[in-house]
């Protein structure tokens, strides 16, 4: 029986956790709109402040999205479009973007999302 309990609770648990991403998910296509202008543009060349290739955010570790935009919002990144956008960002959009694109698949081939 104790391990029956321990099972369903561990189950609750898990289902709780895949309910929280999803939510996250979810509220996340809200916000991908400021993103996709620069970031969803397969073999994008920004030329502000200076010229580089943008990366696509798809498939990345939401981890690491999340230390990037916390980066850029502390100003240890330095990009003043990426500072502003992040600056308006509150810790849950942050999770919320991170766990968005971290579930989208890259075609890093054809340099698109899919």
Known sequence: MKKLLTMVVLGAAATAAHAQ???SVDTARDK???CIGCHGI???RASFPE????PLLGG??????ENALKGYQKG?????????IAAS???KD?????????QQKSDTKNNTLK
């Open 21 to 23: 991403d999803k939510g």
């Open 51 to 54: 010229t580089y290739q943008v």
């Open 76 to 84: 240890d990144r330095k990009h003043p479009t990426m500072h502003a």
């Open 60 to 65: 990345q570790s939401a981890k690491y999205i």
């Open 89 to 91: 960002l509150t810790d």
């Open 32 to 34: 991908v709109a400021m």
């Open 42 to 44: 397969p073999g994008y």
């Open 94 to 102: 942050i999770t919320a973007l991170a766990a968005y694109y971290s």
